[in-house]
């Protein structure tokens, strides 16, 4: 098993920080002091000890691991392959005195990076180079400490997770010759200091900036920080984001509770409880509804409408306290970010809102499909992942007349009413919903608006649905409605046609009976011209099935004749 690429800390060093709307490395500085005495290290054991400190008060901001479910995890795979394993953190500047033991092995203003090899159990400092591409040196190994034995009360997962992010925490740290930073606290030559790409702020900077290798493109979480009771966050983006609005989430988790897995109060089976733990038990366990997972979950809205004030990073202060499990120790907390002015789906809402706290879908407008925008529905209390609110109903429009003009679909209180203030408008017959309806009985009709004046007239087709009245309540589907022409004359031609085709009356049922007979001779004389057996009408004249005989004619002939001088 050989110690952990170093290469994967190059990586790290340049790409920790990930995207807009992901999760953040995290840095964490000490409350800056003017005091070099308590920033000076004059030996490798001071170092150490000075790493293994800060590492057992940052540890809670370190995501906890997802790990394999195996029985035997592959501890090298994970630290070399997993590109979350490791996280980084910026400590700033440490000092070291003249003629001190790191005064003799390392020059002024040197870069170390100090981890833990759980593999090969060790402590390596890394001193870190000044260029790109060049190889890490390593400057001293020292033996891990041995982790320490699990309280008899504590649940193993807890420890684990515990002590695992401890082990994961990747310290960058400048040491700087105290004489000579003092001299430069006096004489502070910042363009000096700022130069180059890889640079570290002073100690007593009230930045957080991550070193970097590269200029940011995107907006990143640089920073995190306990201040009094709050948490102190930078976050950093190019220069053409200033005066930007964005929302911050966030999520806490885990959430632990004492269960009664081997008896005591509550029932069967055991319900979560507050009793104290019994004595070598498991007691304490991650409540899955409440563990992180994601966008799976619902997360908090911290801000609403953080401007981006500074050219190119600006903090904010979270005053919210840590949340505590029932063994008293902090969640961990995960934030993201995204911008106010993007929304996908023009409902109103910002993207980054309907992905983290709503949970809607941010490239549909109406993302339950109860026929009203995500963004109405927010703004009129009702649920946008609800299809049942508000009460809708949804369903086809038929027809298949020669009549023109949009279709109007309407849900009345009287079932004589063509007028409604809940409507539906189609271009065409096909798929219609009408939303925000009442919870009592409706009627559900549709009208071939002719003329476009929304009034239904005598000689539009028009249809009712055959379940009227509807019990609307919820999202019904299904609701289909097919519209037929008025025959006022029952001739079996619909005014429609007796009008604007047949040029008859409508309301004289002799005429199209005389129109009808004249095409059934017309039809028949060509009939005789290729068929030897004569065509026989025997349905009622007028009748559905007599026109039925007469189009099934027609289609027959129409196969008969062809264009001149195609074969």
Not at 34 to 39: G, I, K, L, N, S
Not at 48 to 67: C, H, K, M, N
Not at 460 to 478: D, F, K, M, S, W
Request: glycine share 8%; aromatic share 10%; charged share 25%.
């Amino acid at each position: 098993m050989g110690r952990v690429d170093v290469r994967l800390l190059v990586l790290l060093a340049m790409g920790v920080l990930l995207g807009t709307l992901a999760w953040a490395a995290v840095q964490l500085t000490k409350e800056q002091t003017d005091d070099f005495d308590a920033r000076t290290l004059n030996t490798w054991r001071d170092l150490i000890g000075e790493f293994t400190r800060f590492r057992e008060s940052s540890y809670p901001l370190v995501i906890p691991a997802l790990l394999p479910d195996e029985s035997s995890i592959d501890w090298a795979a994970l630290q070399n392959d997993d590109p979350e394993w490791y996280w980084d953190f910026d400590a700033g500047t440490y000092y070291f005195d003249p003629g001190s033991e790191l005064s003799k092995q390392i020059p002024h203003d040197t870069d170390l990076l100090v981890y833990e090899d759980i593999v090969e159990e060790e402590l390596l400092v890394l001193n870190v180079p000044k260029t790109a591409d060049a190889p890490y040196k390593e400057e001293m190994v020292f033996r891990a400490m041995a982790w320490p034995q699990p309280s008899k009360f504590e649940r193993y997962q807890r420890y684990l997770d515990r002590e695992l992010c401890k082990r994961r925490i990747v310290w960058h740290i400048t040491m700087k010759s105290r004489r000579l930073a003092e001299k430069e606290e006096t004489q502070p030559r910042m363009a000096a200091i700022l130069e180059g790409p890889q640079a570290f702020l002073p100690a007593n900077s009230s930045s957080m900036q991550m070193m970097s290798m590269e200029s940011l493109t995107e907006l990143k979480i640089t920073g995190i920080r306990k201040a009094t009771n709050s948490l102190l966050i930078e976050v950093s983006y190019p220069a053409s984001y200033s005066g930007t609005s964005w929302s911050v989430f966030s999520y806490d988790m885990p959430a632990c509770v004492y269960t009664n897995e081997s008896g005591g109060s509550g029932g069967n089976p055991q319900p979560p409880t507050n009793d104290a733990p019994c004595e070598g038990c498991s007691t304490c366990y991650t409540d899955p509804e409440r563990s992180f997972a994601g966008l799976d979950r619902v997360w908090m809205l911290s801000e609403s409408n953080l401007v981006l004030t500074g050219e190119t990073s600006t903090l904010w202060l979270d005053t919210r306290a840590l949340g505590l499990d029932t063994n008293g120790e902090p969640c961990h907390r995960i934030y993201a970010l995204g911008a106010n002015s993007v929304d996908e789906d023009n409902d109103q809402i910002n993207s980054a809102f309907e992905l983290f706290a709503l949970k809607t879908d941010p490239a549909v407008w109406d993302s339950d499909g109860d026929g009203v925008g995500d963004g109405a529905e927010l703004a009129n209390d009702t649920s946008p992942t609800n299809p049942n609110d508000p009460p809708n109903a949804n369903g086809a429009i038929l027809y298949s007349g020669a009549q023109t003009g949009v279709v109007r679909v309407l849900a009345v209180t009287i079932s004589n009413s063509w007028t409604s203030a809940y409507t539906d408008t189609l271009n065409e017959p096909g798929s219609y919903q009408i939303a925000n309806l009442l919870g009592s009985n409706l009627w559900l009709k549709a009208f071939r608006d002719l003329d476009g004046d929304g009034v239904l007239d005598e000689i539009e087709a028009r249809g009712e649905y055959t379940g009227n009245p509807a019990e609307i309540g919820q999202q019904v589907n299904g609701i289909d409605i097919t519209l037929s022409d008025p025959d006022t004359d029952g001739d079996g031609f619909s005014d429609f046609e007796e009008l604007y085709h047949l040029g008859t009356n409508p309301s004289d049922p002799a005429d199209g009976a005389v129109k009808l007979q004249e095409t059934k001779d017309q039809v028949s004389a060509y009939w005789n011209i290729f068929f030897r057996d004569s065509l026989s009408f025997t349905n009622t004249p007028g009748s559905a099935a007599d026109l039925n005989d007469l189009r099934n004619a027609l289609n027959t002939l129409s196969e008969q004749f062809h264009e001149a001088g195609m074969q």
